[in-house]
């Protein structure tokens, strides 16, 4: 078994920023990434997706992004960016590399598993996003649908729906992006759990931030994205306004061959439903450590897992975001040094 005194997992924004301060300061690490390029979750992203419409990307440590052309796909611009930066940088990345498992060993290391041979190591920084974890709701009759069904994960660009009827189903920044695509080239239909809120004013990041910390310190499951921030009005958000797609259906209550029954018991036909109902943290692969309470949640302090020093989660919680995954690529690290890796 081959061994590194850490082993990253998941070479996206989050994983390159820890693997940059792990180099500075001199640790033996390796990156274990399942993408088969650089780029993170960026390499996915649907094709629409441009630098224009993106949030903002923060810039990796030490290597200020290049001006990127506006209508370039983020799905292109953002992975060559990353290239660049562990070219820069010279990181140990082993690619594609999915870890399937991580263990305890009775010796107090843990077992890294992955379909490339094991590693054994002192501690783990888990940086594996959310994008492998789409969430796909169940409902009645779902099975039964003759149409054609896509998450945002698998979602390419709006041509995939032009004229047919379409449900789309999320209250989240992806559901208003597509359903404005998707509105100038099919019928649509918008379908909500919750009623969407729209904020007026400036974006409090460091509140939302503290609520998110809040939770993931308690233990308590996080919420969605757009439970903590709210919506925007973003120019594609008023342009779909504008075009009266933005008309919120509460959910659906069952799926039929041809459409969806609603929540009053009409129905609606519909030829295609488009889940853009979000991601979760993918950490199927951390199972084998039992890091989730009774509630579901993982209680934290700061990056690193509240009952087990070894584990660090960033991209996860309050740094889900580049920005986020960028300053927790560091803190981990500082951590890591101070509490486990005393003797580096
Ligand atoms: P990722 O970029 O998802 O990287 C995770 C890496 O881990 C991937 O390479 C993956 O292949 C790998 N991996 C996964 N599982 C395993 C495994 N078992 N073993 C090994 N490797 C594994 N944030 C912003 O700041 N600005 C934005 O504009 C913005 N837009 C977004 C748009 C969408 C549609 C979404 C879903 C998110 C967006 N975010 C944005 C959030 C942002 O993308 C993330 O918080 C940040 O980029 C995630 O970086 P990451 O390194 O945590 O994860």
């Known amino acids: 078994m081959r061994e590194a005194a850490v082993v990253v997992i998941g070479g996206g924004q989050a994983g390159l920023s820890a693997a940059y301060h792990l180099k500075r300061h001199g640790v033996d690490f390796v990156v274990l990434d399942a993408a088969p390029a650089p780029g993170g979750a960026w ?6 997706l441009r630098i224009a419409t993106v949030n903002g990307i923060f810039d990796l440590p030490g290597f200020p992004k290049p001006p ?27 690619r594609p590399v999915r870890v399937t498992a991580v263990r305890p060993a009775p010796d107090g290391t843990l077992v890294v598993e992955s379909g490339h041979g094991a590693w054994s190591t002192r501690a783990i920084i888990n940086a594996t996003g959310t994008w492998t974890n789409p969430v796909r709701p169940r409902y009645p009759g779902q099975e039964t649908f003759a149409g054609l069904q896509l998450h945002t994960h698998d979602y390419v660009s709006a041509e995939q729906f032009a004229g047919l009827r379409v449900a789309v189903v999320g209250g989240g920044i992806s559901a208003i992006q597509q359903l404005e695509e998707i509105s100038r080239v099919a019928t649509t239909s918008w379908y909500t759990r919750r009623e969407p ?11 939302i931030i503290a609520k998110v910390i809040a939770d993931v310190e308690a233990g308590r ?9 709210d919506l925007a009005w973003t120019p594609y958000a008023l342009a779909a306004k504008e075009r009266g797609a933005l008309e919120r259906r509460p959910m659906f209550t069952a799926i039929e061959p041809h459409g969806v029954r609603e929540a009053d018991g009409s129905f609606t036909a519909v030829d295609a439903i488009l889940w853009a109902t979000g991601f979760k943290a993918a950490l199927a692969h951390l199972g084998p450590l039992h890091l989730r309470n009774e509630h579901g949640g993982i209680r934290m302090i700061g990056t690193r897992v509240a009952a087990d020093p070894r584990v660090h989660l960033i991209g996860f919680g ?9 300053r927790a690529g560091r803190q981990a690290v500082t951590t890591l040094l101070r509490e486990v890796l005393t003797h580096v």
């Not at 499951?221 to 921030?229: D, L």
């Open 43 to 48: 390499l996915d992203r649907w094709e629409s």
């Open 197 to 207: 809120v729209f904020r007026d004013g400036v974006f409090d990041g460091t509140g």
């Open 318 to 326: 309050p740094s889900q975001s580049t920005v986020g995954a960028n």
């Open 221 to 229: 499951p996080t919420g969605s994205v757009v439970s903590y921030t």
């Open 68 to 94: 990127l052309d506006p209508a370039e796909p983020s799905r292109v611009a953002v992975p060559r960016y990353f290239a660049d930066f562990e070219r820069a940088a010279g990181l140990p990345i082993l």
